[in-house]
């Protein structure tokens, strides 16, 4: 039998293809929006709908860092996650903080900020932002350093990408629209690299590994709720394109 001491180094190498394992496999990746996203089958109307929803959570995404900050005792992964903290808020320049580059790509739809800050959460844009929100409480620092790194930093870049081929073919975009894509597609992974090297080494049991397991999936669950109401809030208002009409 193996001893607690044998069992961590396998534990070190087993789970993080297991959490990337369940990122890559979801359900979100077969999502109908996502597809319809990755086959350039969008309209206007329905990249203003995903537009003013993802900003909600784009708003809120500093807050959740800041509770994963507060919640870890490890003085490293403060340093990781503070400096990440310290990116999406734009480095100390308002301008280039990350929700300021999200409203740069609204206003490019035709939403200024007014109206955007207007907009009403969809229900289950609320409940992403909540369940975001519940995970230190729910599952500890390892819970949400996994949901930040698995179900967020981890997959950004390839979400994104097929976002914006969406977008691409729904209506011409300049470059600076579309900065706040472009930096997430090319920075993300860098950050769950950092996230999981601070990460891995506080796992002691295969229990912590089914935490995060569960807590990334949690996330990933109603990130994939996200889209099933930004997909009703197209569908209501008539402006799914058909994929004939593509």
């Given amino acids: 039998m193996k001893s607690l001491q044998s069992e961590i180094p396998d534990l070190a190498l087993d789970a993080p ?10 359900p979100l990746w077969r999502h109908p929006f996502v597809e319809r996203c ?4 969008l309209t206007l109307a329905q990249v203003r709908i995903l537009g003013a929803q993802m900003y909600r959570f784009c708003h809120e995404f500093p807050s959740f860092l800041a509770m994963a900050l507060a919640s870890c005792p490890q003085e490293d992964a403060r340093i990781v996650i503070g400096e990440n903290l ?3 808020l734009g480095e100390g320049d308002p301008q280039r903080a990350h929700a300021a580059l999200f409203r740069r790509f609204t206003r490019a739809l035709g939403l200024d900020d007014a109206q955007l ?14 369940t975001y929100r519940s995970l230190s409480k729910t599952y500890g620092v390892l819970g949400i350093l996994g949901a930040l790194c698995y179900a967020s930093e981890g997959i950004v870049g390839a979400l994104y990408s097929h976002i914006q081929a969406g ?3 729904a ?3 300049d470059r600076e629209a579309l900065t706040f894509f472009e930096v997430h597609i090319h920075v ?3 950050h769950a690299d950092k996230l999981e090297s601070v990460l891995l080494p506080m796992l002691r049991t295969p229990q912590d590994a089914l935490l995060v397991e569960e807590a990334v999936r949690t996330a990933l669950d109603a990130r994939c709720r996200f889209f099933d109401g ?5 569908e209501s208002a008539g402006e799914v394109r058909s994929t004939s009409a593509a």
């Fill in 171 to 173: 209506a011409p975009f």
């Fill in 230 to 234: 930004v997909l009703r809030e197209s």
């Fill in 188 to 190: 993300d992974d860098g």
């Fill in 17 to 26: 293809r297991r959490f990337r394992q369940v990122a890559e496999t979801h």
């Fill in 86 to 88: 310290w990116e999406e």
């Fill in 167 to 169: 977008l691409l073919r």
């Fill in 38 to 41: 990755r086959a350039g089958q």
């Fill in 117 to 130: 800050l207007a907009t009403a959460a969809q229900p289950e844009t609320e409940a992403l932002v909540d």
